[in-house]
């Protein structure tokens, strides 16, 4: 195997709702997350609420939070989010562990709540200490910070008094919160990204609202699009130098045979995940999409300067996360779909699945890379991938995680294929959930990505105690020959 490039961004990454806990802790103020139980396979979690009239409510986070409802935290039950698996109290621990694994790189993100309580023009400067310390403690090992301003991250507050992103109000009370942590990081961090998934944001978990229809989400999704470009432009006053990304979930679909309406339909469902990024990286509203909102009567309400702004604040790089791909079959029931990144999915035919039911798919990650590249010719950064596995803990400790080192192995060699072969710029690798945490689909602990365990099972019950497992040496192993050694 061909070394990767001098340089190369290998490490991990997590997200602050899914591993920091915290949640009320050093000046953090509720977040929408928050309020978002367990779950698991069988169990979708629940978003709870306590109505205008002082009813208390609980609803699935593909139905709609009535409109004047509050987040609320339910005595006894459990969220999560509030301990996730503790890097809170844990951080200089697990640092010293991805050090040890020789991580150059490890991304991140920043609860916003920690900064500005409620998601207001205020500073916690108790949370800006919080995360320079976690940054000074990366510096201190060579690792790279790549730091994720929102990761499914909406303040309860502004949830729930402005209604999250469908109020232009939003947009000003990220920027404040943008501007402090650029300023307060500015010679430290390198590496950003706007939002996580921008793809797959919608209703109150990710965008604040109180409804999901497509015109309140679409009109919501222009405000974190405005959001993202004015981030990137003051990212850039700043400090010139930052490299600026967006974040996108690449869910590639093929059709399942040659029928031209399975062709088209899997070009519609690849559009759907290029828009986000016609609009980030080339900085407009794409043909296909002005068709789309004319066709089902949606009106984007823009204020001057708008799209012009959208342009000036395109972005550096394409962050994205890729775990598997689907297939479009337009004669199949919808009843034999699988939930893959949290959107309902028909599964290749021929492919594994994981315990999850996502389908395994390495060539396609270098179609990905491909695709992605042939069409926007900016680097692209891998700041997510990995298998979703349950792991097993052997009498005397151990962890054999073959099928996990197998998934990103196989991973590895097509992010190869794909720089050596196809010509490719790829900035990075930081394989998702590189310790364990609670997933962001279904809510458990026991869906686990993890080089390094955590003793804590869905119910948030276990001594957090961390182990490696296999795969911690295995990936050690790659990160010091730079790629070359995978076996
Ligand atoms: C992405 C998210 C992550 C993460 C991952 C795995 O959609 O950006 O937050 O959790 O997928 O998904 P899950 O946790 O549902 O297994």
Redesign the pocket.
Known sequence: MKKFPDGFLWGGAT?AN?YEGGYLSGGKTLAVADVFTGGDQNNPRMVSFKTKDGEVGRVTSKESVPEGATAHVIPDQYYPSHVATDFYHHWKEDIALFAEMGFKSYRFSINWTRICPDGLQEVNEEGVQFYGDVIDELLKYGIEPVITLN??DMPAHLADVYDGWSSRETIDNFLFYCDVVFNAYKDKVKYWMTF??IN?LSGYTKLGIHSNDPQTTYQAKHHVFVASAKAVELGRQINPDFEIGMMV?YLLNYPIDSKPENVFASLQFNRDLEFYMDVQVNGEYPHYKLKEFEREGIEIKMEDGDLELLKRGTVDYIGF?Y?MTSVSDVYASEEGRVIG??MAVHTNPYLEVSD?GWAVDPLGLRVALSKIYDRYRVPMFIV?N?L?AYDTVEEDGSINDDYRINYLRDHIKAMNDAIHLDGVELLGYTP??CIDL?????GEME?R?GFIHIDLDNDGNGDMSRSKKKSFDWYKQVIESNGENLD
């Open positions: 997200a899914q990761h499914f996580n998934e797959i979930c996360s775990y990144n949290q999850w997510e990995g979703g998702w959930g609670v997933s962001a689909g279904t869906k990505y």
